[in-house]
């Protein structure tokens, strides 16, 4: 096998890996185990986890506990949803197909966007892709985004522009306000720039002014990508299309999925049709088969599979199909009027528990800025400690910002959802408040 490939021996063809990250000894491996062993073993491991319940969470930050109807499970589950993968052959696809159809349609109808394709991994990965895309539109390099815009979308967008040499920049945000200043972006952007990014509410749950930043960026030929994390918000306030975004992205975990140690989520994109031809991913699309009837196709599709290589906009694949299943389960099961009451609970919520907290000594508001159901506050203790002191009370407090942002080594992210009652939040307030005065 060696010589079939130029080689003398694998030592050789292995010579070229520095001998710091070679094995040295044998794989430290326990004895076998048999299935029973197994189990019992993993078993052991997995009660080391702790979830929503077995605590109070007021933890968001792009990840948000909401209840999930059990029609939700209890829809996805159905093995003509449950084992699909990509109906490539749409005479025997056609419920996958019109699920993912309506799934599109509900994301155009709360983004107030024309095409929403048929989604992206995570809400990360599809704001990184929209920049992509804004790059291809408009024949610019530079990518702009507010640097309260979450932290590991920004990352992930870093990553996706490694390795191609081309300029990224950060727009400054007001340290009181919390949200971007419109004037760091008109000195920013320039003739060489794709887009500006926005996340609406913010990484610090503050909303952004949209319609004054869009107006920066089209002042410069640039486009605007509004991402959200939580998209209930998208209930109460103006969706992006209304206010000036080309794209909007997201993360739709909120819409029927759970936290899910992480994943797998779900990424929507949603555009202006005019810009649909240079979309990632798939889109569904609605026809009319030999007999007349009311039918589904996949319409679009440019990844390298189906078109030639160097013409394709992204190398996406799996389009998340059960994930955006399970959002348009939910996002029907709550309609419209439904879903508006929800978001307003969960801002009722915010506020109910932001107002405790700001009674006791030792806590204030971080930002002044308008919020949905994520808010900033700031404590006269350290963060970790005040947090560490919480959970050994059965409440996750919230995200320490410290370590992403540097400059509010005092501040922590809390959020509010329909989950949080007004006793558990009533006693994280007095749990907090004997903390800090202890």
Known sequence: MCAAIGVGSLEELLKTVPDALRLKGGLRLPEGMSEFEVGVALERISKKNASTKDYSSFLGAGSYNHYIPSAVDQLISRSEFYTSYTPYQPEISQGTLQAIFEYQTLICQLTGMDVSNASLYDGASATAEAALMAKRVTGRKKVLVSASLHPEYRETIKTYLEGRDEPFGEVLYCTEAGTTLAEAARKSIDADTACLIIQQPNFFGCVEDIEALAAVAKKNGALLIVSTTEPLSLALLRPPGELGADIAVGEGQSFGNSMNYGGPYLGYMAVKSEYIRSMPGRIVGQTLDKNGQRSFCLTFSTREQHIRRERATSNICTNEGLSAL????????????????????????????????????????????????????????????FLASLRKQGIIGGLPLEGFYPGHKNAVLVTATEMNSAQEMDRYASIAKKILTA
Do not use: Q, R, V
Request: cysteine-free.
């Open 326 to 385: 399970s959002a348009a389960i939910y996002l029907s099961l709550l309609g419209k009027n439904g879903l508006s009451k929800l978001a307003e609970t969960n801002l009722s919520k915010a506020i109910y528990l932001k107002n405790k907290l700001m009674k006791i000594k030792g806590i204030k508001a971080a930002f002044t800025s308008p919020h949905f159901n994520e808010f900033a506050i700031e404590i006269n203790s350290s963060p970790k400690k």
